[in-house]
Nanobody, 123 residues
């Protein structure tokens, strides 16, 4: 019964920081690559950040490089997205995702999805 649950979203002002958290309810957490997607109204869904099962390999979309950091705590079945210097264009629903296998694919982990959490950044 693999389930993902996000927390830590909210409404902030430009320049502020948020940390999103995601708990993975399944077994063998380290066997899954993990990631974060986002979707803003009227826009295409984006693969924002991903991390391999071991935590060694990461990926970021160009627009968040240097501002966002993905990490995981395999002993706690947790994955995080630290978001600094937030901009209004970061406003979206953010989804925690998991993919079967430890290797991070170019398309991002997409086998399991959380329900999503709103992040709103005002100018």
């Amino acid at each position: 019964q693999l389930r993902l649950h996000e927390s830590g979203g909210g409404s902030v002002q430009a320049g502020d920081s948020l940390r999103l958290s995601c708990v993975h309810s399944g077994y063998m957490f380290s066997a899954y690559a993990m990631g974060w997607f986002r979707q803003a109204p009227g826009k295409e869904r984006e693969f924002v950040a991903g991390i391999s099962g071991s935590g060694v390999d990461t990926h970021y979309i160009d627009s968040v490089k240097g501002r966002f950091t993905i990490s995981r705590a395999n002993d706690k079945n947790m994955v995080y997205l630290q978001m600094n210097s937030l901009k209004p264009e970061d406003t979206a629903v953010y989804y925690c995702t998991a993919g079967r296998g430890m290797v991070l694919s170019p398309e991002g982990p997409s086998d399991f999805w959380g329900q999503g959490i709103q992040v709103t950044v005002s100018s």
